[in-house]
């Protein structure tokens, strides 16, 4: 037997750890931004990136990393888990993880790393506004009401004003300072940091109820930006539009008149806030070279969610489109390999075991996710990895008005439906149409049929939508019910509080019948 076999029946039969020494295990610190665009991690011209670049070209890109649900909080409940998002029930921005949970962070700090959670979680449940829940709960009624403020652009400062999002900054030295207080102790610590940016801000002008429609940035951060690097997205027309597509378009406050200049202006302003985004992942990196640990710290770059910044006549995130799944996810430290760029599909719920995996912690079993490791690191050269050739996403949130199953496999990408309406699934070739606008599901039924089992292997979906729909329909009717004499006015002033007025008792018919299924 040769020495190659020996050791490879060996390390699958002991389970290669993650190579360092005893007692010298790796510090792990993540930076997780909200909304960052994956795809421009690399074939970026468009802005520049230096710390991006950086952790790209001394680690590992995943180029075709995605969010296991396009929407903050269930999103970020598929990382911390390792579990996709219907196995925890994690249906909306309101319905996610209890606190009870176990993260990956806990087991760190059971296995004796110090930890730290610093910014933006938003993985339990209980948050967001009364808009946010109610508009998820409320998808299932006869209802297409402007759920968002139209987006716009925000600038201010000058050319010397640099801190725009104030608490991501302030959050930023709070790590900084972290870093610097446990940097010199014997064991090793894990720091997470959660950025708001570069999610578009609150729209103060449509009051208190008011979503994130505002891309705002200073002149600073716009320098950051080559305008002709940025390209002007195609669009169907409204009539052209998937029936799901239409109305998160609808929702979203996108399907009126947009100038070039205007669809220019949002995403100029949106990849400033990449910039100043990788800046403060940038002052991380700083603070770990500058107390001396750098070399012994796993950096981990990566996003909830993306944004389609006026792609498919849309902005924030809820859609299975590229730029709204498609996420940043980048790792560099030691024993990672060094300007590797690794095609594979992998997804947030891999980040679980990974980490684990870095820690020298034993895995769980039954988790979503797999290792990432025997594609980055050194020392699994010739090992082969475990992760299948496909991952999968789902959304049950607002601003779509159907339960959605995402399937990414080869360049094939798969988009399907499962609630009583008969909406047509969509099929995607992105090695021809990586701008997404050809549906190609009529023309290759055998892809369909072997896309559709595939999925069914992981979720039997018809059965989640089914349990979404019960459990919207229960969540609604227990708010209102709460609300006895107030509904009426509690749910005219929500976010849809303009298009609502315009017909408040044909609206609240919508939602009777939706109820109890009466006209």
């Given at each position: 037997?040769?020495?190659?076999v020996t050791?490879f029946?060996?390390?699958?039969?002991y389970?290669?750890?993650?190579?360092?020494?005893?007692?010298?295990?790796p510090n792990?610190v993540?930076v997780?931004?909200?909304a960052?665009?994956?795809?421009l991690?690399?074939?970026?011209?468009?802005?520049?990136?230096?710390?991006?670049n950086?952790?790209?070209?001394?680690?590992?890109?995943?180029?075709?990393a995605y969010?296991?649900?396009?929407?903050?909080c269930?999103s970020r409940a598929?990382?911390?888990s390792?579990q996709?998002?219907h196995?925890t029930?994690?249906?909306?921005?309101f319905k996610?993880l209890q606190a009870?949970?176990?993260?990956w962070?806990?087991?760190?700090?059971e296995?004796g790393?110090?930890?730290?959670?610093i910014?933006?979680l938003?993985y339990?449940?209980?948050?967001?506004s009364?808009?946010?829940r109610?508009?998820?709960w409320?998808?299932d009624?006869?209802l297409?009401?402007?759920?968002?403020?139209r987006?716009?652009i925000?600038?201010?400062?000058?050319m010397s004003?640099?801190?725009?999002q104030?608490?991501?900054?302030q959050n930023t030295?709070?790590?900084?300072?972290?870093?610097?207080r446990?940097?010199s102790?014997?064991?090793?610590?894990?720091?997470?940091?959660?950025?708001?940016l570069?999610?578009?801000y609150?729209?103060e002008?449509?009051?208190?109820?008011?979503?994130g429609?505002?891309?705002r940035?200073s002149p600073?951060w716009?320098?950051k930006v080559?305008p002709?690097?940025?390209?002007?997205?195609?669009?169907?027309?409204l009539?052209?539009?998937?029936?799901?597509?239409y109305?998160s378009?609808v929702?979203k406050?996108?399907s009126?008149v947009?100038?070039k200049e205007?669809i220019?202006n949002?995403?100029a302003?949106?990849?400033?806030m990449?910039a100043?985004t990788?800046a403060?992942?940038g002052e991380i990196?700083?603070?770990l070279r500058k107390?001396g640990v750098?070399?012994n710290?796993?950096?981990i770059?990566t996003?909830d969610?993306g944004?389609?910044a006026?792609?498919h006549?849309?902005?924030?995130?809820?859609?299975m489109?590229?730029?709204s799944?498609?996420?940043p996810l980048l790792?560099?430290g030691p024993?990672?390999?060094?300007?590797?760029?690794?095609?594979?599909?992998?997804?947030l719920?891999?980040?679980y075991?990974s980490?684990?995996k870095?820690a020298?912690?034993s895995?769980?079993?039954n988790?979503s996710?797999?290792?990432?490791l025997?594609?980055?690191?050194?020392?699994y050269?010739?090992?082969k990895?475990?992760?299948?050739?496909w991952?999968?996403?789902e959304?049950?949130?607002c601003?779509?008005?159907?339960?959605?199953y995402?399937?990414r496999t080869?360049h094939?990408?798969y988009?399907t439906y499962?609630?009583?309406q008969?909406?047509?699934?969509?099929?995607?070739?992105l090695?021809?149409?990586?701008e997404e606008?050809?549906n190609v599901?009529?023309?290759?039924?055998d892809v369909?049929?072997?896309l559709?089992k595939v999925?069914?292997?992981?979720?039997?979906?018809?059965?989640?939508?089914?349990?979404?729909?019960?459990?919207?329909?229960?969540s609604?009717t227990s708010?209102?019910?709460s609300l006895g004499?107030n509904y009426?006015?509690?749910i005219a002033n929500?976010r849809?509080h303009v298009d609502w007025?315009?017909d408040?008792?044909?609206n609240?018919?919508a939602?009777d019948q939706?109820?109890y299924?009466?006209n």
């Amino acid at each position: 037997m040769s020495l190659v076999v020996t050791l490879f029946i060996l390390f699958n039969m002991y389970d290669l750890r993650f190579c360092h020494p005893e007692n010298n295990r790796p510090n792990i610190v993540m930076v997780m931004s909200d909304a960052f665009d994956g795809r421009l991690t690399f074939n970026n011209k468009v802005v520049q990136l230096p710390y991006i670049n950086y952790l790209r070209e001394l680690g590992t890109t995943f180029l075709n990393a995605y969010s296991n649900s396009p929407i903050c909080c269930p999103s970020r409940a598929a990382m911390w888990s390792g579990q996709f998002v219907h196995r925890t029930e994690s249906w909306n921005n309101f319905k996610c993880l209890q606190a009870s949970a176990t993260t990956w962070m806990d087991l760190l700090r059971e296995s004796g790393y110090t930890t730290k959670m610093i910014g933006k979680l938003d993985y339990t449940s209980g948050s967001h506004s009364v808009s946010n829940r109610v508009e998820a709960w409320t998808r299932d009624a006869k209802l297409l009401l402007s759920q968002e403020g139209r987006p716009v652009i925000g600038l201010v400062g000058n050319m010397s004003t640099v801190e725009i999002q104030k608490t991501d900054w302030q959050n930023t030295r709070k790590a900084k300072q972290w870093i610097l207080r446990n940097s010199s102790s014997d064991q090793p610590f894990a720091l997470y940091l959660g950025l708001n940016l570069p999610h578009p801000y609150n729209t103060e002008s449509l009051g208190p109820t008011a979503g994130g429609s505002t891309f705002r940035t200073s002149p600073f951060w716009l320098s950051k930006v080559s305008p002709d690097q940025i390209s002007v997205p195609k669009w169907l027309s409204l009539s052209d539009m998937h029936p799901v597509d239409y109305y998160s378009t609808v929702t979203k406050n996108c399907s009126g008149v947009f100038t070039k200049e205007e669809i220019i202006n949002i995403r100029a302003f949106y990849y400033a806030m990449c910039a100043e985004t990788d800046a403060m992942l940038g002052e991380i990196i700083a603070a770990l070279r500058k107390t001396g640990v750098l070399n012994n710290t796993i950096v981990i770059f990566t996003a909830d969610h993306g944004e389609l910044a006026m792609e498919h006549r849309q902005f924030y995130k809820m859609s299975m489109f590229e730029g709204s799944v498609h996420i940043p996810l980048l790792f560099m430290g030691p024993d990672i390999k060094s300007g590797l760029q690794v095609d594979q599909h992998v997804s947030l719920v891999d980040l679980y075991p990974s980490i684990l995996k870095i820690a020298d912690i034993s895995i769980p079993a039954n988790l979503s996710g797999y290792s990432l490791l025997p594609f980055m690191s050194k020392s699994y050269g010739f090992l082969k990895h475990q992760h299948p050739d496909w991952i999968f996403s789902e959304y049950h949130g607002c601003n779509a008005n159907a339960s959605t199953y995402m399937l990414r496999t080869g360049h094939w990408k798969y988009i399907t439906y499962s609630d009583g309406q008969q909406l047509s699934p969509q099929l995607f070739d992105l090695s021809r149409d990586p701008e997404e606008l050809h549906n190609v599901i009529l023309k290759f039924p055998d892809v369909r049929a072997h896309l559709d089992k595939v999925l069914y292997s992981i979720v039997s979906y018809p059965l989640v939508s089914a349990s979404v729909h019960e459990y919207n329909k229960k969540s609604f009717t227990s708010w209102r019910n709460s609300l006895g004499g107030n509904y009426s006015q509690v749910i005219a002033n929500l976010r849809w509080h303009v298009d609502w007025q315009k017909d408040s008792v044909a609206n609240e018919k919508a939602i009777d019948q939706w109820i109890y299924g009466f006209n």
